[in-house]
């Protein structure tokens, strides 16, 4: 009898030890959470998150090391992506070989796949660059979640005028303080599907805000996807309440009305 209830109490401290092992794993999964959520919150002060101004499409919010976004999940593309961009998050170790095109985990099927996009014409254009992940290889490598994709047009577009764009927002960013760069799709009214189920929708064009919270400006720029001169970027920029009225999307909510009416009516020149 001593050594069954010995046994017994052996057993009854090993479920013990599982069950705070369990509990010890989901207190650190969730402080992990809490903690990755409070990057993108610090991400979000300066702007607030684009908000859907008509009906919610069924959408996940996510969060990266580098960019938060809202996953819209009938069209399998972001309906925006928003970056907090400084001169430190610029440089690094971090190579864009160390990332590979792979389904969102966080989501699973909700994501395309990089499959979706073989042997259909469209690159798989980052909406978050990874060139602005170089500070921290696990940026980089999220960056290439498929969340983070949009089919976009290759020669001249991705491998062109948006490319010359990317490279023009960091080097304004290289020089200010920060800027929070708002990306993402905008569609005609019946867009074109790609994917093995045909249900990766097509952007008609592409838009991205760069805001300086210092001096409180903002400049946008609305391009179709399509092959267009690296050169012409000053003629594809716009107001934001142009990409307002073609999105559905708010932007800039936790400015005042006062400031918000006056950055985004004001089509700036371009940026020096």
């Known amino acids: ?31 992990a959470q809490a903690a990755d959520w409070a990057a993108c919150e610090a991400m979000l002060r300066w702007t607030g ?12 919010l996510l969060c990266r090391k580098g960019y938060v976004l809202a996953h819209n999940a009938e069209r399998k593309v972001a309906d925006w992506v928003l970056e907090e961009l400084t001169h430190e998050r610029l440089t690094g170790p971090a190579r864009r070989e160390s990332g590979r095109f792979r389904q969102d985990p ?40 498929m969340t983070n994709m949009a089919p976009q047009v290759g020669i001249g577009f991705n491998r062109g005028i948006w490319k010359a764009l990317e ?20 569609y005609g009214d019946r867009p074109k599907t790609i994917g093995q189920e045909k249900d990766v929708a097509v952007p008609e064009a592409f838009y991205k805000i760069a805001y300086d ?48 009416n006056r950055i985004e009516t004001n089509r700036q020149p371009m940026w020096r």
């Open 213 to 260: 919270p210092e001096r409180k400006r903002a400049i946008a720029f609305l391009l179709l996807n399509k092959s267009a001169p690296s050169n012409a970027l000053p003629e594809h920029i716009v107001t934001v309440r142009e990409i307002e009225e073609r999105t559905g999307l708010d932007f800039l909510a936790t400015l005042s009305k006062r400031d918000q």
């Open 1 to 31: 009898m001593p050594e069954r209830n010995s046994d017994k109490g052996k057993t009854s401290t090993g479920w013990v030890r599982t069950a705070l092992a369990v509990f010890a794993f989901w207190l650190s999964a969730l402080a």
């Open 49 to 60: 998150a684009p908000a859907y101004r008509g009906e919610t499409p069924d959408h996940d």
């Open 167 to 186: 490279e023009r927002v960091r080097d304004w960013a290289g020089n200010r303080d920060r800027l929070i760069v708002i990306t993402g799709p905008i």
């Open 106 to 145: 966080d989501i699973g099927e909700r994501s395309a796949s990089p499959k979706d996009y073989a042997r259909t014409g469209y690159d798989r254009g980052h909406l978050a660059p990874a060139a602005n992940m170089r500070w921290d290889d696990g940026a980089m490598a999220e960056s290439f979640y």
